[in-house]
């Protein structure tokens, strides 16, 4: 079954608070400092357990060497990163972190450089925020992969109101760069809650690991809160339930197929495209042998089935079928976690799925298998058969 994450911001959400929820929910603050060392940056992840308005939570705060207070004074050495500093810091993660982590830098820069009107390698990040947001970005992106999480759904995102200040002065709430980062993404702007509640960096955690804005109907194994820094009148922390979607949730998507034997071969290149765009997940032609052995093609199309009817329309506009059939699949996946194995040429992701508590299949990450090969010199082939060694060694354990 799927492990999903689904959040509740009626808080907001900062990078603080979503590496707290993360811990609350599980991971080890070790496995995460470890991968989060490869960023080759001296810190230290400060955990304790706090109470907001009486619900136990986690705060995270993350501290540089000799900047324990950073909040009340900007910390020249951390003072504004460009982009292309902060780009060579993420590039040491491992992938797939490495891939998600810079794509969301680039898109915080995106946001800054529209709201400034400033090219993107001119952004200057604001001071206080620059390392801490590389800290709590790849650690949001490594902290999902040490749960399993495989999707991540949220509700309605209440974004505070009011002011703030920031290094361009007072500045509305959400923050401009904030506001930027949302669009497309439910909020509401709560004016009984006179605070930012949600940050640059706590948007662009949303933007970017969010698969879908929505409540599923979900069995939650575990429900944790991460603490934000501030106390307002409400609980100031960011809940998350931990779980699996509930079977009947599991039919969003129809599978629909039709048969066409009368159709110019030329047009369904034109319905394949004009499906996808409008929002096909999938899209497939088999060449079929009907009644009296005619020649036809079978099309069938996979969409959620909040897009049955426009699907439907589609194809019956672009094909000559006047008929469809629709099934409600069940869609049946095994479970996929990342794990990093120690092998010859150094340590290695890989992916692992399993399927009813049996491991079905162990994949090295291609990208980091790759990486090595051209460091050592080395075929890749021959890095991929240091991995299977080494899984096949420690099988029980990965
Ligand atoms: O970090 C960035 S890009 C940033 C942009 C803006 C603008 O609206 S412009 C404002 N801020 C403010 O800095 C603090 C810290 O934000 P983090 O995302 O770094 O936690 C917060 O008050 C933002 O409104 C940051
Ligand atoms: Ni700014």
């Known amino acids: 079954m799927e492990k999903i994450l689904y959040l509740d911001p009626f808080s907001g959400i900062a990078g603080d608070m979503f590496l707290g929820l993360l811990v609350d929910l599980g991971v080890d603050p070790e496995e995460l400092k470890k991968r989060l060392s490869k960023l080759g940056v001296e810190f230290e992840l400060r955990i304790r357990k706090v109470n907001k308005k009486g619900i136990t939570a986690t705060k995270v705060d993350v501290v540089f060497p000799g900047k324990e207070h950073h909040e009340d004074h900007i910390d020249h050495e951390h003072h504004g990163r460009h982009l292309s500093e902060i780009m060579k810091i993420l590039e040491r993660l491992e992938d797939p972190a490495r891939e998600k982590a810079t794509e969301m830098f680039e898109t915080l820069a995106e946001a800054e450089s529209k709201v400034h009107g400033l090219p993107k390698e001119k952004v200057h990040f604001h001071e206080v925020g620059a390392m801490d947001a590389v800290i709590e970005i790849a650690g949001a992106v490594a902290g999902l992969e040490l749960l399993g999480v495989e999707k991540v759904f949220c509700g309605t995102v209440n974004t505070g109101s009011g002011f703030v200040m920031t290094e361009h002065g007072r500045y509305p709430v959400p923050a401009p760069a904030t506001a930027e980062l949302l669009k497309g993404i439910p909020i509401y702007v709560d004016q009984k809650v006179r605070a930012e509640l949600v940050t640059p960096t706590g948007a662009v955690i949303l933007k970017s690991l969010v698969d879908e804005f929505r409540t599923p109907i979900l069995r939650a194994e575990k429900v944790g809160y991460g603490a934000g820094t501030m106390d307002l009148e409400i609980p100031n922390v960011l809940r998350g339930y931990l779980g699996y979607i509930e079977p009947s949730e599991r039919i969003g998507d129809v599978l629909i197929e039709t048969n066409v034997d009368d159709m110019?071969?030329?047009?369904?290149?034109?319905?394949?495209?004009?499906?996808?765009?409008?929002?096909?997940?999938?899209?497939?032609?088999?060449?079929?042998?009907?009644?009296?052995?005619?020649?036809?093609?079978?099309?069938?199309?996979?969409?959620?089935?909040?897009?049955?009817?426009?699907?439907?329309?589609?194809?019956?506009?672009?094909?000559?079928?006047?008929?469809?059939?629709?099934?409600?699949?069940?869609?049946?996946?095994?479970?996929?976690?990342?794990?990093?194995?120690?092998?010859?040429?150094?340590?290695?992701?890989?992916?692992?799925?399993?399927?009813?508590?049996?491991?079905?299949?162990?994949?090295?990450?291609?990208?980091?298998?790759?990486?090595?090969?051209?460091?050592?010199?080395?075929?890749?082939?021959?890095?991929?058969?240091?991995?299977?060694?080494?899984?096949?060694?420690?099988?029980?354990?990965v």
Do not use: W
Request: aromatic letters at 8%; glycine letters at 4%.
């Open 264 to 397: 110019s071969p030329q047009l369904f290149g034109h319905l394949m495209e004009r499906l996808f765009e409008a929002g096909a997940k999938d899209v497939f032609f088999t060449p079929i042998y009907m009644k009296k052995n005619r020649p036809a093609v079978k099309v069938s199309v996979l969409c959620h089935e909040s897009k049955k009817d426009e699907i439907l329309k589609l194809l019956f506009k672009e094909s000559t079928s006047i008929g469809a059939r629709v099934f409600y699949p069940e869609k049946v996946e095994a479970t996929r976690t990342v794990k990093t194995v120690k092998t010859e040429y150094g340590e290695i992701p890989v992916k692992i799925a399993s399927f009813d508590s049996e491991i079905v299949n162990i994949s090295p990450e291609y990208e980091a298998c790759k990486k090595i090969a051209q460091e050592k010199g080395i075929p890749l082939k021959e890095v991929y058969r240091a991995v299977c060694k080494s899984v096949s060694e420690v099988r029980d354990d």
